[in-house]
């Protein structure tokens, strides 16, 4: 099984600044990698794909880069509905999905 | 846009089966193309695939979980569901229901809302 290691577990950022979630995988996982957002209540929201894709609506402020086994999802400018938890997730091995354990993004 | 929606008992108890349904609508699960999945997250933790399948009854496990998973279709609804056997406390969690397709188109979009199972006597 592939084991995706987020970092850190919580990352206190204020409005406005830059924050940066680090994802590791196991094995070589490629550019298969997906990040997720996910607020208190509600269900996970696909936010990038294919490692650097935005999904649908998603804003330009969201971006992530990596390949390999080191993937990075960086939130340029913090707008308050960005605190949630964030998840990456890959899918290089059919029909293996493995998530990562999150990182809460809470407000300094 | 397709839209999911998980239903079931919110409390079963312990040694007993967990079953729920999704219901896609939206779109039709018999157009092929899409693999519809269950993943589950243990309260204040991370997500757990637990498996899914396709509208043709073709179906992929967690290996994990697979001896007490069983994840049927029913076209004619528009429904897939999830029964997991011989449930105990650890098998409580928020239960959703997603969209994924095959091979390297692997991400999870769109989600239902998800349902609380909790197992308890």
């Known amino acids: 099984e592939i084991v995706m290691t987020q970092s850190p577990a919580t990352l206190s950022v204020s409005p406005g600044e830059r924050a940066t979630l680090s994802c590791r995988a196991s094995q070589s996982v490629s550019s298969n990698l997906a990040w997720y957002q996910q607020k208190p209540g509600q269900a996970p929201r696909l936010l990038i794909y294919g490692a650097s894709t935005r999904a649908t609506g998603i804003p330009a402020r969201f971006s992530g880069s990596g390949s390999g086994t080191e993937f990075t999802l960086t939130i340029s400018s913090l707008q308050s509905e960005d605190f949630a938890v964030y998840y990456c997730?890959?899918?290089?091995?059919?029909?293996?999905?493995?998530f990562g354990q999150g990182t809460k993004v809470e407000i300094k | 846009q397709v839209q999911l929606q998980e239903s079931g008992p919110g409390l079963v108890k312990p040694s007993q089966t967990l079953s729920l349904t999704c219901t896609v609508s939206g779109g039709s699960i018999s157009s092929g193309g899409y693999y519809w999945s269950w993943i589950r997250q243990h309260p204040g933790k991370g997500l757990e695939w637990i498996g899914y399948i396709y509208y043709s009854g073709s179906t992929y496990y967690n290996p994990s979980l697979k001896s007490r998973v069983t994840i049927s279709v029913d076209t004619s609804k528009n429904q897939f569901s999830l029964k997991l056997s011989s449930v105990t406390a650890a098998d409580t969690a928020v239960y959703y229901c997603?969209?994924?397709?095959?091979?390297?188109?692997?991400?999870?979009?769109?989600w239902g809302q998800g349902t609380l199972v909790t197992v308890s006597s």
């Open positions: 997730q890959q899918y290089n091995n059919w029909p293996e999905r493995t």
């Open positions: 997603a969209r994924t397709q095959r091979l390297l188109i692997g991400w999870f979009d769109p």
